[in-house]
Nanobody
Framework: QVQLAESGGGSVQAGGSLRVSCTFS????????MAWFRQAPGKGREFVAAIRWTGESSYSVGSVQGRFTISRDNAKTTIYLQMNSLQAEYTAVYYCAAKISIYFTDDGYPHWGHGTRVTVSS
């Protein structure tokens, strides 16, 4: 069965950078659209970015554009989220998700990791 394991979260000062990772196992990695979601304290989970096997990516509209970059290493079955110019509002638990699809829609993800916490202090 598909398993996702996030790592790399932690605490960082505003303006700093952090990279979180997600390692995939238990399936054919090339078949899956991989995505990052986040859930801030007291808020619902929201889509951040997604990426296909080919490297084509999509981002949520808003403040993450130009600050966050999603990438994947198919040989390592791992995806990454590079986060730059972090602000306190980005404090959240960041979750990795996977689905078999050709679409970047922000729903329909049956597989989820347990999340990694990112705290940005101002």
């Amino acid at each position: 069965q598909v398993q996702l394991a996030e790592s790399g979260g932690g605490s960082v000062q505003a303006g700093g950078s952090l990279r979180v990772s997600c390692t995939f196992s238990g399936g054919a990695f090339s078949s899956y659209v991989m995505a990052w979601f986040r859930q801030a304290p007291g808020k619902g989970r929201e889509f951040v970015a997604a990426i296909r096997w080919t490297g084509e990516s999509s981002y949520s509209v808003g403040s993450v554009q130009g600050r966050f970059t999603i990438s994947r290493d198919n040989a390592k079955t791992t995806i990454y989220l590079q986060m730059n110019s972090l602000q306190a509002e980005y404090t959240a638990v960041y979750y990795c998700a996977a689905k078999i699809s050709i679409y970047f829609t922000d729903d329909g993800y049956p597989h989820w990791g347990h999340g990694t916490r990112v705290t940005v202090s101002s």
